[in-house]
């Protein structure tokens, strides 16, 4: 089974720092890894597809890149709003899921 | 628009076993695929199963054999079985569309989940 290693668990910024999380797989899975915001209550939300494509009504602000099999997500500005946990999600060979990130306001 | 609703007991013994639905709306259940994630309180995400467009399953190898996910087309309704609960799956079980091979095969529909408790 795939695994995916997210990092970091939490995270403390500050409002228009940029952010940065990453994810490692344990395999080569291409592009085909996504990223998903998740708020407290809520569920979780695409943000990113194909490792660099932005869903639809998701702020310009987030990215996503690739470097081997070294994921990022990048929020160019932080926002309040984006305030929550986020979430890798290879679709490589079936799902796996990233433990989480943790992102808070300093 | 697109839709997913889950519904089913919020209570369940241990050694038991658990059924949810999930029914869906604004697309076809033969266009595409319904996955089925968890989420245990304060903790992450985890992927349980997937049931394609055409029908055919795919299970998480940790629960294949507890497992057992199943639809009816002409009610767009997915059905998960589980079967032998105990407390660890006390958890937020979650439907999700599959968004496909344009969509990188990402989940972009969610529902908003049910709240699942084992407990005697």
């Known amino acids: 089974d795939i695994q995916m290693t997210q990092s970091p668990a939490s995270l403390s910024a500050s409002l228009e720092e940029i952010v940065t999380i990453t994810c490692q797989a344990s395999?080569?899975?291409?592009?085909?890894l996504a990223w998903y915001q998740q708020k407290p209550g809520k569920s979780p939300q695409l943000l990113i597809y194909?490792?660099?494509s932005l869903a639809d009504g998701v702020p310009s602000r987030f990215s996503g890149s690739r470097s081997g099999t070294q994921y990022s997500l990048k929020i160019s500005r932080l926002q309040v709003e984006d305030i929550g946990i986020y979430y890798c999600?290879?679709?490589?060979?079936?799902?796996?899921f990233g433990g989480g990130t943790k992102l808070e306001l300093k | 628009q697109v839709q997913l609703k889950e519904s089913g007991p919020g209570l369940v013994q241990p050694s038991e076993t658990l059924s949810l639905t999930c029914t869906v709306s604004?697309?076809?259940?033969?266009?595409?695929?319904v996955n089925w994630v968890r989420q245990p309180p304060g903790k992450g995400l985890e992927w349980m199963g997937t049931?394609?467009?055409?029908?055919?399953?795919d299970y998480n190898s940790a629960l294949k054999s507890r497992l057992s996910i199943s639809r009816d087309t002409s009610k767009s309704q997915v059905f998960l079985k589980m079967n032998s609960l105990q407390t660890e799956d006390t958890a937020i079980y979650l439907c999700?569309?599959?968004?496909?091979?344009?969509?990188?095969?990402?989940?972009?529909?969610w529902g908003q989940g049910v709240m699942v408790t084992v407990s005697s």
């Open positions: 395999q080569d899975i291409g592009n085909w």
């Open positions: 999600l290879q679709a490589y060979s079936a799902w796996t």
């Open positions: 194909g490792a660099t």
């Open positions: 604004g697309f076809s259940l033969t266009s595409y695929g």
């Open positions: 049931i394609w467009n055409d029908g055919s399953t």
């Open positions: 999700a569309r599959g968004g496909g091979y344009n969509s990188g095969y990402a989940f972009d529909y």
